[in-house]
């Protein structure tokens, strides 16, 4: 039994966000600020693993630092606000906002995908949109044998990715403008707002008898090849081009 179990949520995560200030606070009385930070910082790190999905996992890790980063920055001067911000745009830069920030493939979102949508050695598949890689990752289990790209608009993740998945061919570019034509299966995990475009985009671009893989939303106007109903467990959707109607 996990140990989180033994409390309702958010009791975890306040218990280790108060944990990592007295950790903070208590040896600021006699060692320097930094180490009572670290120390604080780390303990948050290591009891992430209280959480049960990454949501959790996140805002236990990130409460002691964040509330840190807020109340330091009260005396900071005008321009390093404005430091922060190009940071969080260059990690985030704003198309990919508006498609889908990045929240990762769970590590078996995908399990059970290569029965239902069978690829031949050697097939190229794509994560579109692929963050850290986790996506990659959870394709890779299903499909050793096949050639995995991914595509990420923002530069940071895209670089981080590559490092996680060096198996993989990593590029920075723009799902929407990349060409997706020589994929034998796209994989997507983005907003239910982008699911239009993605719908057309596959049927335009896509052969016939590719798949096009959607984590938790569905295409709209496309007929299921298969689909996994969440929640309790994240959807999936599967989809397959069907062959050109040759008769027009
Ligand atoms: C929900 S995350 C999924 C990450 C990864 N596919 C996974 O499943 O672990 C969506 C990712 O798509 C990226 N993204 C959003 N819009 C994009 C675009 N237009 N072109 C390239 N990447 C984009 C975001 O930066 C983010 O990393």
Partial sequence: MKLGTLFFWPLPALLVWLCAW???????????????????????????????NWWRRLLIASGFPLSWIVLWAGSLPTWSWLLLLGLLALVYPLNAWRDAPLYPTPQNALEGLAQIAPLPEGAAVLDAGCGLGHGLQALRAQYPQARLH??????????????????????RADIWLADWSGYAMVYLFQRPESMGRAAVKAVTELAPGAWVVSLDFQLPGLEPHWHR?????HGLWVYRLPPKDCSA
């Fill in 150 to 171: 991914g595509l990420e608009w923002s530069w940071p993740l895209r670089w981080m990715c590559a490092v996680r998945c060096p198996w993989a061919q990593v590029r």
């Fill in 22 to 52: 007295s950790l903070y606070l208590l040896p600021g009385l006699w060692l320097p600020e930094w180490v009572g930070l670290l120390a604080g910082g780390l303990l948050g790190s290591l009891a992430a693993g209280l959480g049960h």
């Fill in 229 to 233: 109903p969440g929640p309790g467990r």
